[in-house]
């Protein structure tokens, strides 16, 4: 199963927005709300932020927010600031096979 | 509080195997899918392997007949055996939960962590 395919990189200034695209097929991203999307600083574990498509996880910051359109999964995060500043995964369940595909990742710089 | 500790990775041969575990608490290992992901270093998240709670186990394709995930629910305890292992192998391994009662999949918690270095 072919990795979903995200940005390696995108930059924003504190107060700013940003997007991070993760494409897919319609046997993951455009099967069902399976998208999930993870927060990663250096060195430390994922963190769950976004899933079924564009619910946030009790405790997340509502400057983050996602869509989905066709087998393309968003996810946008406003008001950046320096926190944020880390690499960002999507990921989908794939039903028929019982897995799941993580995208490459997307590392986000705050200028 | 919902908690994952990892342990047992380490620096092995190529060919030879290594045993994680990984000590859940807070929630009933038996009643959740629990999930391995690993990510090897500088690169990204991979999708290993998960036990569904009624025991079913699926993996990726790359650790199909190599790796075995099995759990004791007496010890809260989900274990990854590694066997045949390949300098490819070299990554951190993450244990998580997956939140099934979404019907959705996400993994909602994960630990810190553990080391495998396949290497001679």
């Known amino acids: 199963q072919s990795a979903l395919t995200q940005p390696a990189s995108v930059s924003g200034s504190p107060g700013q927005s940003i997007t991070i695209s993760c494409t897919g097929t319609?046997?993951?991203?455009?099967?069902?709300?399976?998208v999930s999307w993870y927060q990663q600083h250096p060195g430390k574990a994922p963190k769950l932020i976004i899933y079924?498509?564009?619910n946030r996880p009790s405790g997340v910051s509502i400057r983050f927010s996602a869509s989905e359109s066709g087998n393309t999964a968003s996810l946008t995060i406003s008001g950046l600031q320096a926190e944020d500043e880390a690499d960002y995964y999507c990921?989908?369940?794939?039903?028929?096979?019982?897995?799941?595909?993580f995208g490459g990742g997307t590392k986000l710089t705050v200028l | 509080e919902v908690q994952l500790v990892e342990s047992g990775g380490g620096l092995v041969q190529p060919g030879g195997s290594l045993r994680l575990s990984c000590s859940a608490s807070?929630?009933?290992?038996?009643?959740?899918?629990m999930s391995w992901v690993r990510q090897a270093p500088g690169k990204g998240l991979e999708w290993v392997s998960v036990i569904y709670s009624g025991g079913n186990t699926y993996y990726t394709d790359s650790v199909k007949g190599r790796f075995t995930i099995s759990r004791d629910n007496s010890k809260s305890t989900v274990y990854l055996q590694m066997n045949s292992l390949r300098a490819e192998d070299t990554a951190v391994y993450y244990c998580?939960?997956?939140?099934?009662?979404?019907?959705?999949?996400?993994?909602?918690?994960w630990g810190q962590g553990t080391l495998v270095t396949v290497s001679s």
């Open positions: 079924d498509v564009s």
């Open positions: 998580a939960r997956v939140w099934a009662d979404t019907g959705t999949f996400p993994f909602d918690y």
């Open positions: 319609s046997s993951d991203v455009g099967a069902y709300n399976y």
């Open positions: 990921t989908s369940y794939t039903s028929s096979s019982s897995s799941w595909v």
């Open positions: 807070g929630f009933t290992v038996s009643s959740n899918y």
